[in-house]
């Protein structure tokens, strides 16, 4: 598929109205004219790649367009002598820059069906506008999530990514009601779909839902137990006190957060700032875990020594070895508090890790992690010792 550049489309859009005007009216399928302005192109003297160009081009403006819900035949104005269009100062000089000798011969551009066209153009103006998928890694992301999400046809599974990377289970509130007696939360934000003969439909994430209780395994991190939004409320305002900016993610089930070191210490015996963030989607409970979890990578020298806190630099560890140490860094914090996370189905993808796991370099990280969050042994005797 050829990139678009939004900027182009940009530059284009002015023209682009005009040609619509134009070439069709108002109750025109609008996919087939696009197909006619590339075909008039081509009788203007356009080379069939800058023809190709330009048509990838227009799908992905009229794209835009319709999902504004906007009449690409009511926004420009027809001009008088059509072949203008294309000429050096207009479509051109944007698509077709090069002289080239005039060719009566259209090319081949072979129709599409109408939903083949629409979804071709969605498609186009959805990698433009988001660039989400410019390296290898996001690309094989999109292609495990669609496999994934095997209710979907492939073309919504990518839509459902680019909204909300992380999903694993959605549905129709209709679907929710009938088949799991759930109900989308009160403001609930629906993501959209492409809908057989129809436009648009939308679906809500499982974490979007209540009502009836599912099975604990149908959400990626489960843990049981309870923790009171006040309790909460003052982890979170201990570790951000202690140099850890909180970044709260929108994202579904299958994603709960991430850390990276972020700017530089003042000096260089000073602490290392960072930057953590947490699925806000998550039960709080949740949320600690992950919060938990990501601190460890950073006590347990996973992102690089950290001087102000005596981390020495352990990033030679492998991925496994680093996952099994921080889920059990978690693990042992949330069991002290009175959660219990299904860690085992976590740490079952990295059982080969077990042999060369670092038991003091986890619970001294247990206990920084602790301390961080303000619920250590000693902070907490402190505080009873203070209400006594």
């Known amino acids: 598929m050829a990139a678009t550049d939004p900027a182009l489309i940009q530059k284009a859009r002015p023209h682009f109205l005009a040609a619509f005007a134009t070439f069709g009216k108002p109750g025109d399928d609008a996919y087939q004219i696009a197909q006619r302005i590339a075909q008039e192109a081509a009788t203007a003297g356009f080379a069939p790649p800058a023809c190709q160009n330009l048509l990838v081009h227009l799908r992905a403006f009229l794209g835009e367009v319709l999902l504004s819900r906007l009449d690409p035949f009511l926004l420009g104005r027809p001009t008088p002598n059509p072949a203008s269009l294309f000429a050096e100062e207009r479509l051109g000089g944007l698509f077709n820059p090069r002289p080239v000798p005039a060719v009566i011969e259209q ?90 003969r129809g436009p648009v439909d939308f679906v809500f994430d499982i974490l979007d839902t209540h009502g009836r209780e599912l099975p604990e395994n149908a959400f990626s991190f489960p843990t049981l137990g309870t923790l009171s939004r006040q309790r909460f409320d003052q982890i979170l305002a201990s570790v951000a006190g202690a140099g850890f900016e909180l970044v709260e993610l929108d994202r579904g089930d299958a994603e709960a957060g991430w850390i990276r070191r972020h700017g530089h210490p003042a000096t ?121």
């Open 107 to 196: 090319p081949n551009l072979p129709l599409e069906s109408d939903d083949e066209q629409r979804d071709r153009a969605l498609l186009d103006q959805l990698i433009a506008a988001t660039r989400l998928y410019a390296n290898s890694t996001a690309v094989q992301d999109l292609l495990d999530f669609t496999i994934r999400l095997r209710a979907f046809a492939p073309f919504n599974a990518m839509i459902l990514h680019i909204q909300k990377p992380g999903l694993t289970h959605a549905a129709t509130a209709k679907d929710w009601w009938e088949r799991f007696g759930r109900v989308p939360k009160p403001g609930a934000r629906p993501l959209l779909i492409m809908r057989m």
């Open 268 to 388: 260089p015996k000073g602490k290392q700032r960072y930057q953590l963030a947490f699925n806000r989607n998550h039960p709080a409970r949740t949320q600690l875990v992950t919060i938990a979890h990501e601190l460890a990578h950073a006590f347990l020298g996973h992102l690089g020594a950290d001087k102000g806190r005596d981390i020495r630099d352990r990033r030679d560890r492998s991925l496994a070895e680093r996952e099994v140490e921080a889920e059990m860094t978690a693990y042992l914090v949330a069991m002290r508090n009175g959660l219990k996370p299904r860690s085992e189905s976590y740490l079952d993808a990295y059982k080969g890790a077990f042999t060369g796991l670092d038991l003091y370099g986890v619970m001294r990280a247990a206990n920084a992690v602790e301390t961080v969050m303000g619920v250590s042994a000693a902070q907490l005797k402190a505080q009873a010792e203070g209400r006594a």
